[in-house]
Every structure is written in C-alpha cells, then in structure tokens.
C-alpha cells in the first residue's frame, strides 16, 4: 500500500514538471534574430515614452495697447514666443494695461497685495527702487551676469540700488522735443527757431495763421509734463531736478516759478488746442497728423507712426507723412543757466521681475530666457528701425547708422547729435508721492485752479513731507 501510494505521488510530481516545462516554453519572448528571406532582422528596442512636463503659466504686463505701439508690441510677442519654445511647459501671458494706470494704480495695488505678474513694465527710480527695497521685486544681478550683458547697457543707475544691485532693465532710451510740419513750415516761409525768442515768434505766427501751434492732450498729466519739464530746464537749469528729492534744490525756486508761468502763458495765449484737459494721448498725435497742430512736443518713440511699414505688415499711423515731419530741440534761452542745449533723454523704462519668482527654478529659468531674448543686440536694432526707440544698450555703431535711413530717423539723430548734455525726466528723480502732486498741480494750471506759485508751493510741500518721512 505505502509502495503504491509512493509510486502515485512520484508519478503527479513527474507530470507536473512537464507541464511547467510546456509551460514556459510558450511564454518565452521571440529569439533577438529572426531568419527570412531577406536575412537577419534585429529587434526593435521597446520605445521610451516621452518625459512628460508639467505645463505652468506666467503674465508679462506690457503698457502696448495704443495704435502706435504696434510695432513694439510685434516685438515683445515674438520675444514671448521664443521664450515659449527654449522652455518647456511655459505659456507666457501678455497682459496689456494702458501705461498711466499700470504705473499709478494697478502694480501699486498688485504689489501692495503680494500678487505682481512676474515680469512687468515699470520705471526705474523711484518706483521700481521702492518695490525693490521691499522685498518685492528680483535681483536680476546674477542673471545678467550669467548672460554677459551687464556692461553692455549705456546706464543702469535708474535700475541699481544702493549696494549695487540690479533689479530692472530698461528696454530702450527716448528724448523729447518738437516734431513739427516741414511741409507747412515751407509754405508759410517759416525756419525753425533757434533761440527761444524765435520760438515765441513762430508759435504768435501759427496762431494768427489760425492753425493749433502745438498738439495737447491733458488728460493724462505726464503728456503737458514732458514740455514743462524742458521748459523748467530752460529757465532753471537741467541739473535742478536731480536735487528735489534730496531738498539740495526747491520746487518753488523762482526760476521755476517763471518756468511754470510760461506754460500757462501759452495755454492763456491759445497756443494748444482748447479743452485739452478732457483729451487723451492718441487725440495729441491726431491733431499733428491731420494738419490741425502744427507742431506737437514729444518723446522719439512717437517716430514709429511715420515710418513707412516694413513688407507684408499693415501701414503705419501715418506714414504718408514720413517726408513731411521734422524734429527740432527747444531753442535756448537767453541767459538761462546751464547748458542750454541739454534735453531729455533718458532710460527709465524697462521690465522688472517679481521676487516670487526666486521660489520657483522654473519660472526663474524662463524669466533668464526672457531677458537672454529682449536684450541683445539684434532685438535693441530692431527696437530702433522698426519703432523708433533709441538703444540702452552699446550697439555696433555702423549698422545703427545704417538704420538710420528713415527721413525721420535721420532728423532726430541730427538733432542728438547737437546735444551736448542730457536730464533724466523728472518722475524719474522724484518720490512717487511726489510725483502724483507735480501731476495734479499741473492739470490745475493748465485749467486756470492754481497759479504757477500755488502749484509750486504745493509740490514743495509734498516734496518736504516725502524727505521727512523717507517715502
């Protein structure tokens, strides 16, 4: 019995390893080679399934909405776009937001709440300098280490703290002066001025002609602000401005005060379009180009709309009048001091970056591809032959002036280069508060709620509180 019982169970296990030889040998995997007709064939490897990357977002605030700005904004997409392609998962964001209100109320809200968009359009001192010594915005000091650009740049002081630290970069320079109807001017026999009295001459002879002398729209304080600025600078000196904030120098000087009074002389005069204070930008440029202001005062970046539009893309503004348009500084004052021929001309405009950005290698990395895009030499002489906006960064001097070929590129070039000094603008010398006092005063001005000595008075009194309290 226990014979049998041992020769059953010798007999399952024999059974049952034959099975499992049968087994395994239909589940092996196809020999490496294979022979045909055609002979030895190799196996494909298995195929690698992609690296899967996680899509993450971030805004780019621009101020290019206006008509005029298209060409700029044509840039930045493109800069966006390649920015897009060099990082992986990114998809950048274009926010625009009309310049005034970007500066004035929606980044001051959104800083003041901890929720900036990463990179975004800003000025230098003050404004951004204040965002930077809170902590919010990036030290972008390393990067453009990293990049080997941060000796190329003409000036960073707008955008270097006190420790040497760069927190912006500016994105191109502008001057501000006169452009004027050359066409005009011939049929009427006029030249234009070279000394301020010539200038005074020729706006009382715009006027009787019954033409609008200069394009205004004061809806928008800093637009009348350009041209009291360099008005100021005529009768006070160009260097006045870099003392206010410090209390070196006063608002209520009375060079100023003189300064101030003659921009309200020529509004009293006429010599801008009435109602100007319920006008926007776009309707200053309007005037000139339809013929109605003879002249408009204006920054370089403006020079976009007369240029004739490169092949394939929609024309310019006003391109038709690309031979017709002149640029000219404001003439020199008698005896004023200082150089008289100084005008402003500055770089106080550019990106900035959030601090939140540091937590985050990717979007830091994006944010470093980004300024790798903008900032170099071939986007800064497309900056200039496309939309008219001056480097702030050191170029090749033979192919700047090879694109300088546009009637109006060449007028504004000849002009420069007449200049013997240049000022900053003076919301870029000046504490915000500051700034938005010299903004309100001036609009009073213009509409007859304040003489030049009120505003001045005004301004100085923001300005004594804004060196009180630091801010």
């Known amino acids: 019995m226990k014979k049998s019982l041992l020769l059953l169970m010798t007999l399952v296990i024999v059974l049952t390893m034959g099975l499992a030889g049968c087994g395994s040998k239909s589940a092996d995997p196809p020999p490496a080679n294979t022979q045909g007709s055609e002979g030895t064939k190799e196996a494909e490897p298995p195929k690698e399934e992609p690296e899967k990357v996680e899509p993450f977002e971030m805004t780019i605030r621009h101020t290019q909405v206006a008509e005029s700005s298209k060409n700029r904004l044509k840039i930045l997409q493109d800069v966006a776009k390649k920015t897009e392609e060099e990082v992986p ?44 010594k809170e902590g919010k915005m990036l030290d972008i000091t390393p990067i453009i280490e990293e990049l080997g650009i941060k000796d190329k740049f003409f000036d960073l002081k707008s955008w270097t703290s006190d420790d040497g630290k760069v927190y912006g970069l500016p994105v191109g320079g502008s001057a501000e002066a006169f452009f004027y109807n050359k066409e005009y001017f011939e049929q009427k026999g006029l030249k234009v001025p070279t000394t301020f009295e010539e200038l005074e001459e020729l706006l009382a002879k715009i006027k009787a002609d019954g033409k609008v002398p200069i394009a205004a729209a004061s809806q928008a304080s800093w637009v009348p602000l350009m041209m009291t600025n360099q008005l100021w600078a005529r ?50 440029t309007t005037q000139f180009t339809t013929g109605e202001a003879v ?53 106080n405009n550019g990106y900035g970056f959030s601090a939140e950005v540091a937590k985050d290698e990717r979007k830091l990395n994006a944010v470093k591809a980004f300024i790798k895009n903008l900032y170099n030499e071939e986007m800064q002489l497309r900056g200039f032959k496309e939309d008219g906006v001056l480097p702030s960064m050191k170029v090749d001097e033979q192919k700047y002036q090879e694109l300088a070929t546009e009637p109006i590129m060449k007028e504004i070039t000849g002009t420069l280069s007449k200049v013997q000094s240049s000022f900053n603008a003076f919301d870029a010398l000046v504490q915000p508060s500051v700034r938005t006092e010299v903004e309100t005063q001036i609009q009073k001005l213009i509409g007859g709620q304040a003489t030049a000595e009120d505003a001045l008075a005004a301004i100085q009194k923001a300005q004594d509180v804004a060196i009180e309290t630091g801010q």
């Not at 970007?102 to 003041?112: D, S």
């Not at 900036?116 to 204040?130: H, K, M, Q, S, V």
């Not at 000087?253 to 009435?274: L, Q, R, S």
């Not at 370089?300 to 500084?329: C, H, L």
């Open 89 to 132: 998962g990114l998809t950048l964001k274009l926010d625009g937001v009309q310049d005034a209100v970007n500066r004035n109320e929606k980044l001051r809200g959104e800083m003041a709440a901890g929720n900036p968009p990463e990179i975004f359009d800003t000025f230098g001192r003050f404004d951004a300098y204040l965002y930077y």
């Open 235 to 284: 009768y006070a000196g160009p260097e006045i401005t870099a003392g206010f904030a410090s209390g070196k120098t006063k608002w209520d000087d009375p060079n100023m005060i003189k300064a101030w009074a003659k921009h309200k002389e020529w509004v009293d005069k006429g010599y801008f379009k009435k109602g100007e204070l319920a006008l926007d930008y776009a309707d200053m």
């Open 295 to 347: 002249m408009m005062f204006e920054g370089t970046w403006r020079s976009s709309i007369f240029k004739k539009a490169e092949e394939g893309q929609e024309p310019n503004m006003a391109e038709d009048m690309r031979d017709k348009v002149g640029f000219f500084n404001m003439p020199p004052l008698a005896g004023g001091p200082g150089d008289q021929t100084a005008l402003m001309q500055d770089m």
